[in-house]
């Protein structure tokens, strides 16, 4: 095994040598004049735009179509297929996973596709000094590489980790093209991308647009992308549309082609508008939700906690707020979830004369009939963390209003931003926080509900969680983990760690022109590589 240090400069030398003629901010695609361009609302503008660096889902959008991945996720039955890589093998301890490679790949600026590109992806993933906030994560307990002939690579892990695949198959594992990692700056590099995808990428102007135009030479695509119409999308321009009540409004106008996240109402409103199509897309990973802090009276006690569960109308969010489009969570993952258990469906059903008696058989009272109950002459108040996206801050003012007929109540505090969101929170000073993570596998809950968990904020701890979470993580039968992690669910409800509130859709709109507009299994990222627009709206 050649040395990293060692190995990564000759790639990049020999990058340089083959592709001298060929600067990565001129590919030598074709680039013909876009005929059927369209524009994409996207619903906020990301602090940064590159995949290995930054996390959030708004850069995935337009980037799931500038890079390839390893391998794919079906959207249709969550199996992995081939993507760059055309098969693959793990070895019985779990511990060394092999890629062949497909061959007569190229980049968007004409460097060969090899062993040796993903080798310097993996490098600058790691990098500490790349700073990545979600991508190096997502590699869990990898160690190291082997580039074994031009076509094929070995990753090496420290310990089984049975969502590699699912990680590797992540827009934020997209590969990257050598030379144009080496031409460019890290803070550069997001305005000069380079992937072998259907689309590459035109240009990026901040707080204005992105730009991406059909890639003519794509012939390598997963099994689920379909070969370009002739009325096929070929230029995407994507806009940001912040204030959400704007986003139907300029979906109806046809000042964009697709919209996402729409309002509820709006959206029930457009249904039945013939010009527009309504996608709604349930989300997999955790739902709406709000964890409880176990650390800070009064939620430290389980039977409060449980009587917040109890005292909350579901079904009443669901309608005011979510226009019925979502439906009601009963646990920590969402029903799209792999892994999902059943058995938490019903459980802490609306039931106020239990949310009652459980605050009573813990001593609370209305000894003043103020209609706030108290405990040793004081007030039981939860402070509630409410951040500005999503529907959270009406979501909280209802759960206000229905605990208040409990005896609770509940002080909201706004926090603007998820930098302001993360201050209080290390505070600790708070009992309920709004706050979830998206993805197809569930080892995601690792970083919520272990003892050590890097969001944990919960504060709870349990060897018998940290076991079951850790095996399922480790586990490569999907019998087993499917066991494992339905005991996960229960623990998480039965300690009552979590009010879960809705399963996340996300409410996408496009002109009825357009066709073949689908989602990939992650549920946020649209495969426009199968999108065509016939006629004009």
């Excluded at 689920?224 to 999308?233: E, G, I, M, N, Q």
Aim: a negative charge.
């Amino acid at each position: 095994m050649l040395p990293k240090s060692l190995l990564s400069a000759m790639i990049f030398s020999l990058a340089l040598l083959t592709g001298c003629a060929t600067s990565a901010s001129s590919p030598t695609v074709s680039s013909p004049q876009a005929v059927n361009r369209i524009i994409y609302g996207l619903t906020l503008e990301p602090s940064g735009f590159d995949p290995h660096v930054n996390r959030s889902s708004e850069l995935g959008i337009a980037l799931r179509q500038v890079y390839d991945t390893l391998v794919y996720r079906d959207p249709v039955s969550k199996q992995f297929v081939p993507g760059l890589a055309s098969e693959w093998a793990i070895s019985e301890d779990g511990l060394i996973y092999t890629f062949i490679l497909r061959q007569n790949v190229k980049f968007h600026d004409n460097t060969p596709f090899n062993a040796q590109a993903v080798a310097v992806n993996l490098d600058r993933i790691t990098d500490p000094d790349t700073g990545s906030q979600y991508a190096v994560f997502l590699l869990g307990p990898y160690v190291s590489y082997e580039v074994v002939d031009s076509y094929t690579i070995r990753l090496f892990l420290s310990e089984p980790f049975s969502p590699l695949l699912d990680s590797l198959s992540q827009v934020y594992l997209g590969i990257a093209s050598p030379v144009a990692l080496a031409e460019y700056s890290l803070n550069r590099y997001q305005f000069h991308q380079v992937g072998t995808g259907p689309f590459t990428f035109v240009e990026l102007v901040p707080g204005d647009r992105l730009v991406i135009r059909r890639n003519p030479d794509y012939a390598w695509g997963p099994s689920f992308y379909t070969l370009p119409a002739t009325d096929a999308v070929d230029e995407v321009e994507f806009r940001f549309f912040t204030d959400s009540p704007t986003r139907s409004l300029a979906l109806e106008g046809g000042d964009v082609q697709i919209m996402g996240e729409l309002l509820p109402g709006d959206a029930r409103a457009l249904a039945t508008n013939s010009a527009v199509k309504l996608l709604p897309t349930p989300i997999p990973g955790q739902p709406l939700q709000f964890l409880m802090n176990t650390q800070r009276y009064p939620t430290d006690n389980r039977a409060l906690r449980q009587a917040l569960l109890f005292g909350t109308n579901r079904d009443a969010i669901i309608d005011a707020v979510f226009q019925r489009f979502s439906p009601v969570a009963w646990g920590p993952l969402a029903a799209s979830t792999r892994y999902y258990s059943r058995d938490v469906v019903g459980l802490y059903a609306y039931d106020i004369g239990q949310a009652r008696s459980l605050l009573a058989s813990i001593g609370y009272q209305d000894t003043n009939n103020d209609g706030i109950l108290e405990l040793g002459g004081v007030d039981l108040t939860v402070d509630v963390l409410v951040p500005p996206w999503g529907l959270i801050p009406e979501t909280a003012q209802l759960l206000q209003d229905q605990w208040a007929t409990v005896g609770i109540r509940a002080r909201l505090e706004p926090v603007p931003t998820f930098g302001a969101l993360l201050e209080r929170v290390t505070s600790g000073e708070f009992n309920l926080v709004a706050f979830n993570a998206f993805g197809v596998d569930p080892s995601f809950l690792n970083q919520y509900f272990l003892t050590e968990g890097s969001n944990n904020w919960t504060g709870f701890g349990s060897i018998e969680l940290d076991n079951i979470l850790n095996e399922a993580a480790h586990q490569t039968d999907d019998t087993v983990r499917a066991a494992l992690y339905a005991q996960a669910q229960r623990i998480i409800m039965d300690e009552a760690l979590i009010l879960p509130i809705r399963d996340y859709v996300n409410l996408n709109g496009s002109a009825a022109a357009l066709q073949g507009l689908t989602f990939d299994a992650y549920g946020w990222f649209p495969l426009l590589a199968n999108t065509s627009r016939s006629g004009q709206e």
